[in-house]
Every structure is written in structure tokens, then in C-alpha cells.
């Protein structure tokens, strides 16, 4: 069965830390190019980061000096490090792994609640 499964989310206070992980079984994720996006209530999904297969990364303004994408082959997992979370960070964060010959797979969100 091929997914990706996202873990790591939770409940946070501001200023403070997460990390997501993106996990995949049935596939390799070295093979594809992989998006954290989120989606707040009443707001449409939106891509936080993203990282090549040849290991670029590209982040929104947003969360630009305080997220973090990486990849663990040997796990075949994608973090997203988040620092200095702010409440407008609360979202469903959602990884995505998509390759142009074929393949595109989303996980089912982790919920990430910034709030005192």
C-alpha cells in the first residue's frame, strides 16, 4: 500500500518548537519532490516548503529563518522543523510527494495549535 503519513503535530505555545514528520511506505521518497503545505479554517492550503530530489529547498516568506525541510533517506522521512512558532502557524499541515512521470500522494494532516 502506498501512503505518507504525517506525525508530529500538537500543541504549542508561542515561540516554542515542533517537529513533522513525513513518512512513506510503498515508495521511495529520494524519487520525489516533496511540499509541507497547510490549510487554517476558512483559509486555502498553502505550500510552507518544499525540497528537490537534488536537495534544493524553497520556503514561503512566511515562515522563512524558522522552518526547516530535510530529508532522511535511511528513514525515507521528510521533517519540517518549525522554530519561533507563531499563532498564525496554526494550521492542518499536510506533506505532499509528487514526481512529473508519475505519482502524486498527500497524507491525511497533523493538526499544529500555536496558542498561550
Known amino acids: 500500500q502506498l501512503q505518507l503519513v504525517e506525525s508530529g503535530g500538537g500543541l504549542v505555545q508561542p515561540g516554542g518548537s515542533l517537529r513533522l514528520s513525513c513518512a512513506a511506505s510503498?515508495?521511495?521518497?529520494?524519487?520525489?519532490?516533496i511540499g509541507w503545505y497547510r490549510q487554517a479554517p476558512g483559509k486555502e492550503r498553502e505550500l510552507v516548503a518544499g525540497?528537490?530530489?537534488?536537495?534544493?529547498?524553497n520556503y514561503a516568506d512566511s515562515v522563512k529563518g524558522r522552518f526547516t525541510i530535510s530529508r532522511d533517506g535511511a528513514n525515507n522521512t521528510v521533517y519540517l522543523q518549525m522554530n519561533n512558532l507563531k499563532p498564525e502557524d496554526t494550521a492542518v499541515y499536510y506533506c505532499?510527494?509528487?514526481?512529473?512521470?508519475?505519482?502524486?500522494?498527500w497524507g491525511q494532516g497533523t493538526q499544529v495549535t500555536v496558542s498561550s
Open positions: 505532499n510527494a509528487h514526481r512529473s512521470r508519475g505519482g502524486d500522494y
Open positions: 510503498g515508495f521511495t521518497l529520494d524519487q520525489y519532490v
Open positions: 525540497i528537490s530530489v537534488l536537495g534544493s529547498t
